[in-house]
């Protein structure tokens, strides 16, 4: 297996630092991007190089790309990892947290994707690798902004993939069902900010429980798998344009398919009176 530079964005934490770490064992040269460099100092004793990165910053996201084509001459794969997610009811979700959501997960996305590319089409070479998820497949209940950039992903990645290919160019995405990050807690706590003293308080609120004790129990699945599928998406010869993966991934997205829409939306809405 041939070493490849990687730039991996997110890498703060959760999926992202894992993969850094996983990636870096295998012997490639990662760079891992974030906000809060102190939170990625662990992964220099695995040889990875921390660099400062926000995604809602042109300026930083430039001079981040920059910093690794000076150091390395190249980067062979960018890894899309970077993620905000902010529950609510679409009435009541700040229109400025509704705009970082897709400045986050979507503007961000393309414009890594943009300043990586002229030197990857120079080289007729290179991988892009999209963390999306099966929230760019279906909806659940109270996450309305965090699905449109979710499915705005789904849609860039497919359009990138038949229009770089020509130049050697792979484009794949990574679809997560559950996953055991600190991503559901945080959106729980959003979904209950925002639906305080509104009609959908008490609704909301059942939600955020059901959201949040999820995601602190033991039953969803492991950051490592996702891990694992990036890993195979970095190192296949002919990558995946999808790789699904994680509690729920498959099923969730066959019955969202299989079901009406009116008893999926019931489905949606009765998940807030479960107790996990």
């Known amino acids: 297996m041939k070493a490849k530079v990687i730039l991996i964005t997110g890498a703060s934490s ?8 996983e ?21 220099r004793s695995y ?6 990165l926000d995604v809602t910053v042109d300026e930083s996201m430039q001079r981040c790309v920059q910093s690794v084509l000076e150091a390395e001459g190249a980067i062979d794969v960018l890894i899309n990892n970077a993620g905000y997610g902010f529950f609510g009811a679409v009435e009541n979700v700040p229109m400025d947290e509704a705009r970082r959501q897709l400045e986050v997960n979507v503007f961000g996305l393309a414009r890594m994707c943009q300043l990586v590319l002229p030197s990857m089409r120079q080289r007729h070479c290179g991988r892009i690798i999209n963390t999306s998820s099966i929230a760019g497949k279906l ?3 109270y996450g309305g902004w965090y699905h449109v950039s979710k ?7 497919d359009a990138m993939r038949m229009e770089l290919r020509p130049f050697g160019i792979h484009v794949s995405m990574i679809e997560p069902g559950g996953i055991k990050t600190d991503w559901g807690i945080i959106a729980a706590r959003h979904l ?21 004790n999820a995601y602190s129990g033991s039953w969803l699945s492991s950051p490592h798998v996702i891990t694992k599928a990036i890993v195979r998406a970095v190192n296949s010869r002919w990558p995946r344009a999808r790789y699904r993966t994680g509690r729920f991934a498959h099923s969730g997205v066959f ?13 949606m809405r009765s998940f807030s009176k479960i107790k996990v």
């Open 14 to 21: 959760g999926i992202g630092f894992d993969a850094a770490r």
């Open 23 to 43: 990636l870096a064992v295998q012997g490639h040269k990662v760079y891992a991007a974030a906000r809060r460099l102190d939170l990625m100092e662990p992964l």
């Open 47 to 52: 040889g990875v190089v921390p660099l400062q």
């Open 139 to 141: 909806v659940l209940l």
């Open 151 to 157: 499915f705005s992903v789904e849609a860039l990645s």
């Open 192 to 212: 209950r900010e925002s639906s305080k003293n509104t009609p959908y308080e008490s609704s909301a609120c059942a939600e955020s429980e059901l959201l949040h």
């Open 255 to 267: 019955f969202h398919w299989l079901l009406p829409a009116k008893w999926w939306d019931a489905l």
